[in-house]
């Protein structure tokens, strides 16, 4: 059975879901489906025996692309992620079922699923009851449900989740999740693309990609800013006023356009998440003398004028694509600033080899 977190907002597993999509009941009207597949052909593959009748509503990938017809799997060369998939379901298509495709792993994006998981419930909640499932009702559908109770409650990521576990005392979202639950939390409730969090957890899920021997191809980078057309991204010129020059940093010898700030991934001088335990020592001992290492480097996105980066190496240098002056390095594995903060994986420039200006 579902247990009830909120009013007209439940918590269960795959059993739960199967048994509402079956029944005659008009308890539920919504359901959100957390598994590894969105398609409804996830239930009848656990259980063959299960029979439910679905119509589409609609399909949304990632990036904001909308489909009525193109299947989970229709990849057609270019990877179209599916982002949820929403359909009538049940007993006379009486249910409204999102279907948002997410691995109970830790190295899973959870970040990316939140606002439209999060705006479902709310919806939901304002027609009707609204179950979240996962597989096991412990680690995926907790960790959404968390989040939401984050986001409608301001709450700590602890303390919404001890709110959930009054529920269900078994809930336990995975490490990987719990950390981005706090992420969520630092970026108050909401995903903030241009926060140094996102930037850096964003990097974190490439470096991932790549460990896991995923060839990672220039479309996963940032705009080259050298690029007339590439200049200002419609992200930028959107939060920003439009007339606030823009800090951006070139190549030295040449003045070909490297890097903007929003390509930036910024770093605590000194704290590293993976910093050496000498080195934590040695700072804990002396916090005030962080200003005498100024970091002689800066770290940003990947980008596409780094041709090395795309020929697949685990690290190299990092030429300017103008006039091939060296401006840096990149490493999968992590570099280690001079301020002695770890940034894993690392694109970095070097501070002697760009000049900052304003665009
Ligand atoms: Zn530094
Ligand atoms: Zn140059």
Redo the contacts with the bound molecule.
């Keep these: 059975m579902p247990y009830l977190v909120r009013d007209r907002l439940f918590i269960g597993n795959i059993n739960d879901a199967a048994e509402i999509l079956q029944s005659e009941s008009t308890e539920f009207t919504f359901i959100l489906s957390l598994l590894s597949s969105a398609s409804i052909t996830f239930f009848t593959e656990w259980r063959s025996s299960l029979s439910i009748t679905t119509k589409e509503i609609r399909k949304v990938y990632v990036g904001g692309s909308e489909s009525a017809s193109k299947s989970e799997d229709d990849a057609s060369g270019k990877s179209q992620k599916l982002l949820y998939a929403l359909e009538y379901a049940g007993k006379d298509l009486k249910l409204v079922r999102m279907g948002v495709p997410l691995r109970d792993m830790e190295s899973e994006n959870l970040l990316d699923y939140l606002d439209v998981c999060l705006d479902f419930i709310d919806e939901s909640r304002k027609e009707g009851s609204v179950l979240v499932h996962c597989f096991a009702g412990v680690s995926r559908s907790a960790a959404i449900i968390t989040a939401y109770l984050m986001r409608t409650e301001q709450l700590s990521q602890e303390d919404a989740l001890e709110s959930l576990r009054q529920s269900c005392e078994f809930v336990c979202p995975n490490d990987g999740f719990l950390d981005q639950l706090k992420m969520f939390e630092e970026m108050g409730f909401k995903i903030d693309h241009a926060s140094p969090i996102y930037k850096r957890f964003q990097l974190k899920v490439l470096g991932d990609l790549y460990n896991r021997g995923e060839r990672i191809d220039s479309s996963k980078f940032g705009a080259d800013p050298g690029l007339p057309t590439a200049a200002i991204s419609s992200e930028v010129s959107a939060s920003t006023d439009g007339a606030k020059p823009m800090p951006a940093f070139r190549?030295k010898?040449?003045?070909?356009l490297v890097a903007l700030e929003e390509n930036i991934v910024g770093h605590e001088p000194g704290e590293g998440e993976t910093c050496f335990e000498w080195k934590k020592r040695k700072n804990n001992n002396s916090l005030n003398r962080y200003d005498e290492h100024e970091c002689s480097s800066i770290f940003v996105e990947p980008l596409q004028w780094m041709k090395t980066v795309e020929e697949g190496a685990l690290e190299g240098k990092l030429s300017?694509a103008?006039?091939?002056?060296r401006l840096g390095y990149f490493n999968w594995s992590g570099i280690q600033c001079s301020c002695g903060s770890w940034i894993t994986p690392a694109f970095q420039l070097h501070k002697s080899r760009v000049d900052i200006s304003t665009i």
């Design positions: 190549c010898k040449c003045r070909r300017c103008h006039c091939d002056a």
